[in-house]
T-cell receptor, first 111, second 114 residues
Framework: SQQGEEDPQALSIQEGENATMNCSYKTSINNLQWYRQNSGRGLVHLILIRSNEREKHSGRLRVTLDTSKKSSSLLITASRAADTASYFCATDKAAGNKLTFGGGTRVLVKP | KAGVTQTPRYLIKTRGQQVTLSCSPISGHRSVSWYQQTPGQGLQFLFEYFSETQRNKGNFPGRFSGRQFSNSRSEMNVSTLELGDSALYLC?????????????FGPGTRLTVL
């Protein structure tokens, strides 16, 4: 079963616009991570935010985490056509590398 | 440094057969995890190995098994294949089993069961 639910399921924007997607989860977590997947390929790690952090930046990515609401958001600023992909949030709860993924948001960036 | 490699990339099998998938982690990585991705169930954790020991297991039937060798390479095996086993199987490697260690994913093996 999936821990996270992502919203929206799909997003279509113009190049240069910002893309925001949200992830909600059900149980307490240690960390939350965001991954990108291009067209049924492997996942690429984007960013990790710990449960005691509220916001993190990496290049054009901004991630927030609200543990009281059990939710996170990923913002991609100044989107490019190359950002077209599916984006997944993943949480871990216990020790070890077991990640529980959300359903993903499909992002289409139109040139 | 070479990334995670998975072989084969594509596989077609028929119901009832068995299949073995292989994953070679990034050099120096000792932890390997396996995930199944389907349109209906999304990404689901199968199992995790570290130093040849299974450390975590997901909610999959016993038909799904795996192992890890002393060089950290890992294999997963699915016996008595069912149509529902058609999926993209992804493996990921990391240095340790720490949850803050970045997991690097391979390109996946796409299994089709006819």
């Amino acid at each position: 079963s999936q821990q996270g639910e992502e919203d929206p399921q799909a997003l279509s924007i113009q190049e240069g616009e910002n893309a925001t997607m949200n992830c909600s989860y059900k149980t307490s977590i240690n960390n939350l991570q965001w991954y990108r997947q291009n067209s049924g390929r492997g996942l690429v790690h984007l960013i990790l935010i710990r449960s005691n952090e509220r916001e993190k930046h990496s290049g054009r990515l901004r991630v927030t985490l609200d543990t009281s609401k059990k939710s996170s958001s990923l913002l991609i600023t100044a989107s490019r056509a190359a950002d077209t992909a599916s984006y997944f949030c993943a949480t871990d709860k216990a020790a070890g590398n077991k990640l529980t993924f959300g359903g993903g948001t499909r992002v289409l960036v139109k040139p | 440094k070479a990334g995670v490699t998975q072989t084969p990339r594509y596989l077609i099998k028929t119901r009832g057969q068995q299949v073995t998938l292989s994953c070679s982690p990034i050099s120096g990585h000792r932890s390997v995890s396996w995930y199944q991705q389907t349109p209906g169930q999304g990404l689901q954790f199968l199992f995790e190995y570290f130093s040849e020991t299974q450390r975590n297991k997901g909610n999959f039937p016993g038909r799904f098994s795996g192992r890890q060798f002393s060089n950290s390479r890992s294999e997963m095996n699915v016996s008595t294949l069912e149509l529902g086993d058609s999926a993209l199987y992804l493996c990921a490697s990391s240095f340790t089993t720490s949850a803050t260690d970045t997991q690097y994913f391979g390109p996946g093996t796409r299994l089709t069961v006819l």
